[in-house]
């Protein structure tokens, strides 16, 4: 087992190695369901999933932990991440469960906790999961308190609603054709469903998992499926997820990304003009772009910043009350409608948005000018001591006095590989090359 079980968002490895193998994964159910065996009522807990191969281990290993513990398991079947926690609360289960690697390869796969309230469970709980998982007194039901176990037939039904309710009655997407890319993942039978339902002409893409095609070459991570069919079939917008459909972007009819961050600035000014927006304001990461502060600084509302991470992001939007956040990457968190980040409801409040404004795709989601930005990664040894070379600070701090506040500089490190991501934003594209370069230039000597 690996020296620490949880990362950042829940377990995660390849499928059949540690963590990932069904010994860990029946643990993990044994541990949390004795955790969350409080008071003297039937306990439930729900198992949602993507369409990975070893997705199905990982349910059933999970179900033989939750019931030896003498927890009711509902099973849920493929259904995207934001699901099971909206049904976690709606049935008011104890605990629930997405067996998901989100947009990694099918090789991989993770387990996604969920508390009774519907989120994701905070890291000291995770922490409790964990010491329980890593020791032996996990105290096992007596024969007649084993839990039992059944498919909840209506899951899907259930969340369609919850999706088209949170827009209310009055969405029609009569007239619009919409091509979707599901990436053979979570949502590959709900999305179109709801699209169809609420009157677009849908043209499906990537809904056909065989338990290897999820994300693969497909989905938000590789849109450049989605533009192409966008183009091809002269649709007036493209949707692509990910694969436990809890990001996305969208393409508009001329084959042109939107990322998270025109959507973000698209529904605020939506959910202001109509009285919604709670906070004055928007909760991102420290990677969105400067064009969104701009452009929210402009209509009196801020930007408020959070290290990269949807779960930070939750956290920020939680304890200071404001109600959309999320992330460039398509993350789009709305906590009045959702616990988690939802991609088929973000892309239902941007068309409705759409709608609203009478506009065509290219026009409705182009918010601002992105101020240009340039990303690089630096592969090193020790991340922690190679940021810590005096050298290095030096040329971040050179760096930041050329662009002034005209730009903004951002060198931290990966949370899941050994590398140190550089990146910087300024209204002078050949000058955000230069720092960066010069940052890099600074690194590889202090990286082995």
């Not at 620490?4 to 159910?29: C, H, K, Q, W, Y």
Request: glycine share 12%; with cysteine; net charge negative.
């Amino acid at each position: 087992m690996s020296r620490s079980l949880f990362g950042t968002d829940g377990v995660r490895g390849r499928a059949n190695s540690e963590p990932m193998t069904a010994e860990t994964a029946m643990r993990i159910g044994m541990a949390a369901g004795q955790l969350f065996n409080r008071g003297g009522h039937r306990h439930r807990v729900v198992i949602g999933k993507d369409t990975r191969l070893s997705g199905y281990m990982i349910e059933q290993a999970l179900t033989a932990g939750f019931l030896s513990v003498g927890i009711d398991v509902l099973l849920l079947g493929p259904i995207p991440t934001p699901a099971v926690g909206f049904l976690t609360r709606a049935m008011r289960a104890d605990i629930g469960v997405m067996v998901s690697a989100s947009h990694n390869p099918y090789e991989d796969n993770g387990i996604k906790l969920f508390g009774p309230d519907g989120f994701k469970l905070s890291d000291a709980v995770e922490a409790e999961i964990e010491t329980l998982v890593r020791g032996s007194a996990v105290g096992l039901a007596a024969p007649a308190a084993i839990g039992r176990a059944k498919r909840l037939d209506d899951a899907e039904g259930r969340y369609i609603e919850a999706v088209k309710a949170s827009v209310g009655r009055t969405l029609d997407l009569t007239g619009l054709k919409i091509v979707v890319d599901c990436a053979n993942g979570a949502a590959y039978k709900v999305t179109p469903t709801v699209l169809w339902e609420l009157g677009a002409e849908v043209i499906p893409l990537a809904v056909a998992p065989d338990g290897f095609n999820i994300n693969a070459g497909c989905g938000s991570t590789h849109p450049g499926l989605v533009q192409e069919h966008v183009v091809a079939h002269g649709a007036d917008i493209g949707i692509a997820l990910d694969g436990d459909a809890d990001r996305v972007v969208l393409v508009c009819e001329h084959g042109r990304l939107i990322d998270g961050d025109q959507l973000m600035a698209t529904i605020a000014d939506s959910w202001r003009t109509s009285g919604q927006l709670i906070g004055d304001g928007v909760v991102a990461t420290v990677m969105s772009n400067l064009g969104l502060e701009r452009y929210l600084g402009d209509r009196q509302l801020k930007l408020v910043r959070t290290q990269v991470g949807d779960r930070y992001v939750l956290e920020r939007m939680r304890a200071d009350g404001y109600n959309l956040g999320g992330e460039q990457s398509g993350h789009i968190i709305m906590t009045d409608h959702a616990t988690t980040g939802d991609g088929l409801m973000a892309a239902l409040h941007a068309l409705a948005a759409m709608r609203r404004k009478g506009q065509r795709a290219s026009d409705a989601f182009h918010a601002f000018e992105p101020v240009p930005q340039l990303l690089k990664n630096v592969r090193v040894g020790d991340a922690s001591s190679a940021l810590a070379a005096a050298s290095v600070a030096k040329a971040i701090a050179a760096a930041e006095a050329r662009l002034g506040k005209a730009g903004r500089i951002l060198v931290r490190k990966s949370g899941t590989e050994p590398l140190i991501r550089v990146m910087a934003e300024g209204d002078d594209s050949d000058l955000v090359r230069t720092v960066v370069d010069q940052i890099i230039e600074a690194i590889p000597q202090h990286a082995a």
